[in-house]
Nanobody
Framework: QVQLVDSGGGLVQAGGSLRLSCAAS????????IGWFRHAPGKEREFAAC???????DYQDSVKGRFTISRDNAKSTVYLQMNSLKPEDTAAYYC????????????????WGQGTQVTVSS
């Protein structure tokens, strides 16, 4: 029912910023919760941030105060503004959509973007 395309990754120096985008198709975008997960080499995929259909955000402690998630339903797009980036933020970032609760859990999501690479140099 929804297709996701995530973009905006790149190579930045520590302390820099990037804005990731998750563009969705489908007339029911506004009813979906959107999450961002990240996967670094040799590590498990982990929850980074999410935003509910009512625009309530939630963040992993490691990114609180640095990342901001927002949504523009008119553009069917969710953004992840990443500031004060650290080398440990380096990962492939994936957006995902669900109508289920428990948004910190990877298994709650049934639609996924293709991923966008974020690399932060020291």
């Amino acid at each position: 029912q929804v297709q996701l395309v995530d973009s905006g990754g790149g190579l930045v120096q520590a302390g820099g910023s990037l804005r990731l985008s998750c563009a969705a198709s489908g007339r029911t975008f506004s009813t979906y919760h959107i999450g961002w997960f990240r996967h670094a080499p040799g590590k498990e995929r982990e929850f980074a941030a999410c935003i509910s259909a009512r625009s309530t955000p939630d963040y992993q402690d490691s990114v609180k105060g640095r990342f901001t998630i927002s949504r523009d339903n008119a553009k069917s797009t969710v953004y992840l503004q990443m500031n004060s980036l650290k080398p440990e933020d380096t990962a492939a970032y994936y957006c995902a959509a669900t109508v289920q609760p428990l948004l910190r859990l990877e298994r709650s999501y049934n639609y996924w973007g293709q991923g966008t690479q974020v690399t932060v140099s020291s």
